[in-house]
């Protein structure tokens, strides 16, 4: 058996890795354990959130299917941060689990080019360190040019609860044993992370009257440009509830400290901050007498519902004896206890911003192998491996590398790539220097260069985000020179409580207070004077970006302006052959953290964990001299 | 690779201490084979080579059968120098020659001349100090007089690097409770109210102002002021200035305008190094002779710090002359004074101080304006943080900028990201002074600046 490119793992990765590559024209075999389980959401039911709805966004601008599966399995559709500014605007949708699934299952089924190989790969095989093909657990060999290692948290996957540990990559599924070894033999390093997840509880059993409901919005949003508006959403919506724990649950848990596989030291893993247990939360955070859960429904027609932000390992009848003091759990029926899970991982120095093993020609890592959490992470490195990977199989002699200033997934993997990850990876929108720049709104106009350069979005999209360019650019143009004289424009101000003008304006600086907007202002003008001004208020899409950009024009220049001083940085490359170890006036930590990651330019360097600035310093001179 | 490195492997030596002055010099060696090339130079008790690190032995210096001096020698060995190599400092006698021979001596042993800021550049590379030290170090170099020195080193032991690290801290702790509310929307924590935010940006603006208060004092304390003294020909300006310096070097005379020339002359008080340049008088003229001595004074006037102004008790205020130097220089700058007060009592003449040049009487009080014009009223304490280099006056000033534009976004209702954009800026520009972003035109800028045998 052959294919141009194996896909090890059917999960958020393993999709959009296979779904960018078959489309490019190689042939996939993606292998997974079960072939009912595509996409499946092995923690919490929902997609996006602050930083990850704007992967979310990207994916979906590149030619992803993410932002699709979402959309049509989405139960309830909410825009955080909604009175805060257009670029940290972040959808985040509810999905029902089982039918995100199908939905993913459909797609993986109905793309040309890949095969589904119900299989578990045990080893990975190399000839002159390149990837020539793999062995699976029944015993066959495939040969390729291509691999990419997506297997989420399965590879010697371990669950905790109390003291009780299972083998297995999620509840009820067994682990991958064997590529880890393999791969180690092959020089990898690997190291554990540890990750948790809530107990579920019965859909019946909760007394919803006393509880805070959080429905969706009224007007749900898509993630995809490419869903069908008119038919969105496809499911009936639903409400999340809200209730919180307290003093009484938290002396509970207490008494199970002392099986706590966490706290005993069971667990050589380490978990994320941002996501902590509650015994954690009670733990370091002794003073809070009150720690939010969310109960979400897990689908339509699931009787499960997901504790958030009770994500716990301790003791079965602890986890059950605690919720049942939580306000409206009172007589909850708790189906399955909360548990952590340690996995492997490999430490993420080990490949290029290509996601392309440095060891190995031809293996790529994507997702939690790379130390990453969250499925829109997983999903963002997916596709950045699967068209790394087409391209190399197909000849063609570039990379995708996105930068920092493209997109958050460049920022992601730059991040990887760079950085000592000690704890699983999130994105963040705070770890975005551009972050004015990289908003969900524009994520079109930033990546659908790339996504139809890729095969990955039709001519006919590409060409109608080519033509709203030139709108917007034009429109921006025109704006600064037509201006308002006070008696044309003075009424409406008025009637937006907003100061009148006693000298003509343009129209680009009325639109930066914050009590007026674009299209109002535009309403006031002769359209038939400015065609062009009928265009573009016939044009929503186009609208909105004007509007954002001359509203925010003073910040985002700025942002501008310390980025132009940091990219300096990025411009001083240093040779590929450029010895680290040799530099004898730095740290050896440095040198070490340096000679692993091998930067290639003073900018990559200077992100690196543990190099300290005046490392850069140093680094600068020698390359001067 | 090599060449990336080589230039690190040289030895490289140079005079440390100040060229023709004091009774010692001492001549520093630094690089792999310092240690061994002094030796092979040295006559003493004990060899170099195989001398402790930080240890002084008394020796000869013989060079091509020629006893040059009786020296002491210092050896370090690395990292514990101040390069972070091995090196020596050669204490000689405060001879010209003596020290030209002992360098010549060492360059024959495959040593080169260091170049200006090569020990400092060495000791920063090797990771001895960073980047506000070394600045520091410039700073000490050119540094004429001990309150400089002392500011100059305060700064060198980090004082203001860590200052600037502490409210980096500040900001950084604000701007990471804004970036929790962005990033956790949905949490149930308590975000940072408005007015909090403006109080906490508030401070840091309140610590950067006074630091931003201690430049005029750290700019004189490193360079000086500049005094220009003007006044009518015969109102006693050359009588001043020699009383002030306590000899007799300009001449003094009743011809006018016989101080043709721009007289410079420099002396310390309370640790403050006043240069004045005693002028022709600014007034235009004719006379061919004194042209050039004109266009001098007036440049005096233009680059001075205080201008002390004298009036005769007994001519009166000089009207015309003092609307010409309102042209050249801020009236704030202009010291006021009425000398000639031995030979009458009362006056009407406005004024600031009242001095007799002859007597001395006044000068004291005169001392004090001249300081007080000079660095402030305020009273500094010199072991406190001092901005004494332009590049960290800049940059404090445009991280107060960006803060300041930070709470009008505050003020104006714009949500974090916003302000975020101006705390990272203000960030980015503290950081510069200590060197936490640093780009190489700093280092160009810092390197450039570093004068020889440091």
């Given amino acids: 058996m052959h294919f141009d490119l194996i896909v090890v793992g059917g999960g958020h990765a393993g999709i959009e890795a296979s779904h960018a590559a078959a489309k490019m024209g190689v042939s996939v075999g993606i292998v997974t354990m079960d072939k009912t389980a595509f996409g499946r959401m092995s923690c919490n039911p929902a997609i996006g959130g602050s930083a990850k709805g704007h992967l979310v966004h990207e994916i979906d601008a590149l030619g992803g299917v993410m932002g699709q599966i979402a959309d049509r399995s989405g139960i309830q559709f909410r825009v955080l941060n909604k009175s805060k500014g257009p670029a940290v605007w972040a959808g985040r949708s509810q999905s029902d689990k089982k039918l995100y699934s199908v939905e993913a299952a459909k797609i993986i089924s109905s793309t040309e080019n890949i095969t589904i190989v119900e299989d578990s790969v045990i080893e990975a095989i190399e000839e002159d360190r390149k990837i020539v093909g793999i062995r699976t657990l029944k015993g066959n060999e495939i040969s390729c040019k291509a691999l990419i290692v997506c297997s989420g948290t399965f590879l010697n996957g371990l669950m905790h609860t109390g003291l009780k540990s299972t083998r297995g990559g999620r509840f009820g599924e067994q682990p991958a044993v064997g590529l880890t070894e393999s791969l180690i033999k092959m020089g990898f390093e690997s190291g554990r992370l540890k990750t948790g997840t809530p107990p579920r509880l019965k859909l019946d059993t909760i007394n919803y009257d006393i509880l805070e409901e959080q429905p969706g919005d009224e007007n749900p949003q898509p993630f995809s440009r490419r869903t069908d508006k008119t038919k969105f959403p496809f499911l009936p919506q639903i409400s999340c509830w809200l209730t919180k724990t307290d003093g009484t649950v938290h002396q509970i848990l207490e008494k199970g400290f002392d099986r706590s596989p966490m706290f005993r030291g069971l667990i050589n893993g380490v978990g994320p901050r941002y996501c902590p247990s509650i015994e954690d939360k009670i733990v370091r955070f002794s003073d809070k007498p009150n720690h939010q859960i969310f109960l979400e429904p897990e689908g339509l027609d699931s009787d499960l519902i997901y504790v958030n932000g009770f994500s716990t390992s301790l003791p079965e009848e602890i986890q059950r004896e605690a919720i049942a003091k939580i306000p409206g759990l009172e007589n909850a029926e708790m189906v399955r206890p909360g548990y952590a899970i340690e996995y492997d991982y490999f430490p993420s120095y080990q490949i290029d911003l290509s996601l392309e093993t440095k060891l190995i020609k031809g293996i790529y890592f994507a997702g939690q192998i790379n130390g990453t959490s969250g499925y829109e992470e997983a999903a963002g490195q997916g596709l950045v491996a699967g068209i790394n990977a087409a391209l190399k199989i197909l000849g063609r002699k570039e990379e995708f590398v996105l930068k920092r200033s493209d997109a958050y997934i460049g920022v992601l993997i730059d991040d990887l790539v760079g950085k000592t990850i000690n704890e699983p990876y999130r994105m963040f929108t705070s770890l975005a220097e551009h972050r004015l720049l990289l908003r969900q709104d524009n994520a079109d106009r930033r990546l659908y260069e790339f996504g139809h350069r890729y095969g990955l979005i039709s001519d006919d999209e590409f060409k109608e985000m080519k033509e709203r360019e030139v709108l917007i650019t034009k429109s921006k143009d025109l704006f600064e020179e037509i201006k308002f004289k006070p008696d044309e424009i003075n009424n409406l101000l008025e009637s937006k409580a907003t100061n009148l003008i006693d000298n003509a304006e343009p129209v680009s600086k009325l639109t930066k207070r914050p009590e007026l907007n674009l299209r109002d202002l535009l309403q006031e003008l002769d359209h038939e004077k400015y065609p062009l001004v009928k265009s573009l208020l016939a044009n929503e899409k186009a609208l909105e970006q004007v509007e954002i950009e001359l509203k925010y024009e003073g910040y985002i220049q700025r942002q501008q302006d310390l980025i132009k001083k940091m990219e300096k940085l990025e411009e001083v490359k240093i040779p590929e052959s450029f010895n680290f170890l040799k530099l004898k006036t730095i740290s050896n930590e440095s040198k070490e953290k340096l000679h692993k990651v091998r930067p290639r330019s003073i900018g990559q360097a200077s992100r690196i964990s543990g190099v300290s600035p005046s490392d850069i310093s140093i680094l600068l001179v020698y390359l001067k001299n | ?454």
């Fill in chain 2, 1 to 454: 690779m090599t060449e990336y490195l080589q230039n690190n492997e040289d030895t490289i030596a140079a005079l440390a201490t100040p060229a023709g002055v004091g009774a010692i010099s001492v001549i520093r060696v630094s690089g792999p084979k310092s240690i061994e090339a002094v030796d092979s130079i040295f006559d003493g008790a004990v060899k170099l080579i195989r001398a402790n690190t930080h240890t002084i032995h008394y020796g000869r210096i013989n060079y091509a059968n020629e006893v040059i001096d009786d020296v002491l020698v210092s050896v370090f060995r690395a990292p514990n120098s101040y390069t972070g190599e091995d090196s020596i400092e050669i204490s000689t006698h405060g001879s010209q020659l003596i020290v030209e021979k002992l360098i010549k001596s060492l360059l024959e042993k495959d040593i080169r001349l260091a170049e200006p800021g090569e020990f400092t550049k060495r000791a920063f590379l090797n990771g001895r100090m960073d980047l506000a030290q070394a600045e520091a170090v410039v700073d000490v170099i050119n540094s004429r007089t001990e309150a400089s020195l002392r500011g100059a080193r305060n700064q060198l032991d980090g004082l203001l690097s860590a200052k600037v690290d502490s409210l980096r801290e500040m900001l950084i702790n604000s701007s990471s409770m804004l970036e929790l509310e962005l990033d956790f929307a949905e949490e149930d924590f308590e975000f940072l109210p408005k007015d909090k935010v403006i109080e906490k940006i508030d401070e840091i603006i309140f610590e950067i102002e006074k630091l931003l208060q201690t430049y005029s004092f750290g700019k004189v304390i490193r360079d000086g002021v500049n005094v220009a003294l003007v006044g009518k020909p015969n109102v006693g300006k050359s009588s001043l200035l020699n009383y002030m310096l306590k000899e007799s070097r300009a001449i003094v005379s009743e011809i006018p305008g016989t101080t043709r020339d721009v007289i410079r002359e420099e002396f310390s008080l309370d640790g403050i190094l006043f240069r004045l340049y005693d002028t022709a008088g600014i007034r235009l003229t004719e006379d061919a002779i004194e042209k050039e001595g004109v266009f001098r004074s007036r440049d005096a006037v233009k680059n001075a710090d205080v201008v002390l102004f004298l009036n005769d008790i007994i001519d009166g205020f000089a009207e015309d002359l003092y609307k010409e130097l309102k042209q050249l220089i801020k009236e704030d700058k202009i010291l006021k004074i009425v000398n000639k007060i031995d030979l009458l009592h009362n006056h009407n003449i406005e004024c600031d101080v009242e001095i007799s040049a002859k007597t001395g009487e006044g000068i004291e009080s005169l001392f004090k304006a001249m300081k007080q014009k000079a660095i402030g009223s305020e009273s500094y304490s010199e072991r406190g943080a001092v901005v004494s280099n332009l590049r960290h006056f800049n940059a404090l000033k445009k991280a107060k900028d960006h803060l300041v534009q930070a709470k009008d976004s505050v003020k104006s209702g714009m949500s974090g990201e916003f302000i975020a954009v101006d705390l990272r800026n203000a960030e980015s520009s503290l950081g510069e002074i200590i060197g936490k972003v640093t780009t190489e035109d700093i280092l160009n800028n810092i390197f450039a600046k570093f004068c020889i045998g440091k």
